[in-house]
């Protein structure tokens, strides 16, 4: 994978992830107490750098041809998981991720809990909706940083794409004091399911022993095909979901009369 | 007490990796189990892996369609 793959494909997957800590972050902050929640953002963070520092030597040492098998294998389960989501998303069988209906959720849950204070902490309730969401999002920006830069060689670019991605997220939402609802973040989970996916699928057949046709440059034909696939089901679950729409809206004579 | 934790410990990490459908989890492990006992017998093995993608994508959305549609048509009546 050449450098700007690399940077490409972690940025968009961790500015994903950043949207959605921010949207939590700020929540707990404009709601509660900004004190709290940026206590409960710096703590997770410091536990998030704990768990690079104990997990990413332990990968690192793994034997390339085992790495590639293991790595590949849960990025495709999690790439299939988010493209799943994405395809339904888009299919019009999921709601779509809509960060202000999330925003004004987590305010109203927010404005409805009780105050209570703990050591440096002046709201507890703030500190833990604020750790919990950076800290749930950030495993995953954990997790695609030292899977992409350890079986690409290259930890520190995978580093450098995610540090851009939650700085640029991040500065634009303490900016804007607002959810980043205008981040097309459906379209770009679509996207970040398709590059996981598929690096999955390279990397886990790879490291099971397969040798693609083409080396490297077969992901050039991996990534479009799932691409494809994932569209092409996009498009049938909008034809299923217009279809059971109309014969609902019918009655139920002329109902089955269309089933039949 | 104790036992509650490890349950939410063990619930989160399963939500995490396994997510919705662990069919998916499943046979992406079959795939790959698969594609090193072929590799083994020097046989092209690389079309095994996304071959399964090409089923299991099709297969979690077709259900995952169907139960929201069974959902809806439970709610309606």
Same mark, same amino acid.
């Given at each position: 994978?050449?450098?700007?793959?690399?940077? #490409?494909?972690?940025?968009?997957?961790?500015?994903?992830?950043?949207?959605?800590?921010?949207?939590?972050?700020?929540?707990?902050?404009?709601?509660?107490?900004?004190?709290?929640?940026? $206590?409960?953002?710096?703590?997770?963070?410091?536990?998030?750098?704990?768990?690079?520092?104990?997990?990413?030597?332990?990968? +690192?040492?793994?034997?390339?041809?085992?790495?590639?098998?293991?790595?590949?294998?849960?990025?495709?389960?999690?790439?299939?998981?988010?493209?799943?989501?994405?395809?339904?998303?888009?299919?019009?069988?999921?709601?779509?991720?809509?960060?202000?209906?999330?925003?004004?959720?987590?305010?109203?849950?927010?404005?409805?809990?009780?105050?209570?204070?703990? +050591?440096?902490?002046?709201?507890?309730?703030?500190?833990?909706?604020?750790?919990? +969401?950076?800290?749930?999002?950030?495993?995953?920006?954990?997790?695609?940083?030292?899977?992409?830069?350890?079986?690409? +060689?290259?930890?520190?670019?995978?580093? $450098?794409?995610?540090?851009?991605? $939650?700085?640029?997220?991040?500065?634009?939402?303490?900016?804007?004091?607002?959810?980043?609802?205008?981040?097309?973040?459906?379209?770009?989970?679509?996207?970040?399911?398709?590059?996981?996916?598929?690096?999955?699928?390279?990397?886990?057949?790879?490291?099971a022993?397969?040798?693609?046709?083409?080396?490297?440059?077969?992901?050039?034909?991996? $990534?479009?095909?799932?691409?494809?696939?994932?569209?092409?089901?996009?498009? #049938?679950?909008?034809?299923?979901?217009?279809?059971?729409?109309?014969? #609902?809206?019918?009655?139920?004579?002329?109902?089955?009369?269309?089933?039949? | 007490?104790? @036992?509650?934790?490890?349950? @939410?410990? !063990? *619930?989160?990490?399963?939500?995490?990796?396994? !997510?919705?459908?662990?069919?998916? *989890?499943?046979?992406?492990?079959?795939?790959?189990a698969v594609t090193a006992a072929v590799s083994r017998a020097?046989?092209?093995c690389?079309?095994?892996?996304? @071959? *399964?993608?090409?089923?299991?994508?099709? !297969?979690?959305?077709?259900? *995952? @369609?169907?139960?929201?549609?069974?959902?809806?048509?439970?709610?309606?009546?």
């Amino acid at each position: 994978m050449t450098v700007w793959a690399l940077f #490409a494909s972690v940025f968009l997957a961790c500015a994903v992830e950043a949207v959605e800590a921010t949207t939590i972050v700020l929540a707990a902050g404009t709601a509660r107490d900004w004190r709290s929640a940026l $206590i409960g953002l710096s703590s997770a963070v410091v536990v998030l750098a704990v768990a690079v520092v104990a997990l990413g030597p332990a990968i +690192g040492a793994l034997p390339i041809q085992a790495l590639r098998l293991f790595v590949g294998g849960f990025l495709l389960v999690f790439g299939l998981q988010w493209l799943r989501k994405a395809i339904l998303r888009a299919g019009g069988y999921k709601a779509l991720h809509n960060e202000d209906e999330i925003f004004r959720k987590q305010l109203a849950a927010a404005r409805a809990a009780a105050t209570q204070s703990v +050591g440096i902490v002046p709201d507890w309730y703030a500190f833990t909706l604020s750790f919990k +969401g950076v800290l749930l999002e950030g495993l995953e920006v954990v997790f695609i940083v030292l899977t992409f830069g350890t079986n690409d +060689g290259n930890v520190p670019v995978a580093g $450098i794409a995610a540090g851009a991605a $939650i700085i640029l997220v991040a500065s634009a939402g303490a900016l804007l004091r607002a959810p980043l609802a205008r981040v097309p973040e459906n379209a770009m989970k679509f996207a970040v399911g398709t590059l996981l996916t598929s690096f999955g699928t390279f990397w886990g057949a790879e490291g099971a022993g397969a040798q693609w046709p083409g080396s490297d440059a077969a992901l050039l034909a991996i $990534i479009p095909l799932t691409a494809l696939l994932a569209v092409g089901l996009v498009a #049938a679950l909008r034809f299923e979901h217009r279809r059971s729409s109309t014969l #609902a809206a019918r009655g139920p004579a002329e109902r089955s009369e269309a089933l039949r | 007490m104790i @036992a509650g934790k490890l349950k @939410a410990f !063990g *619930a989160f990490w399963y939500d995490f990796i396994i !997510g919705d459908d662990w069919r998916v *989890a499943v046979g992406v492990v079959l795939a790959l189990a698969v594609t090193a006992a072929v590799s083994r017998a020097n046989v092209s093995c690389w079309w095994i892996v996304p @071959a *399964a993608v090409a089923l299991l994508l099709p !297969g979690t959305v077709w259900r *995952a @369609a169907r139960a929201s549609r069974t959902r809806a048509t439970g709610s309606s009546s």
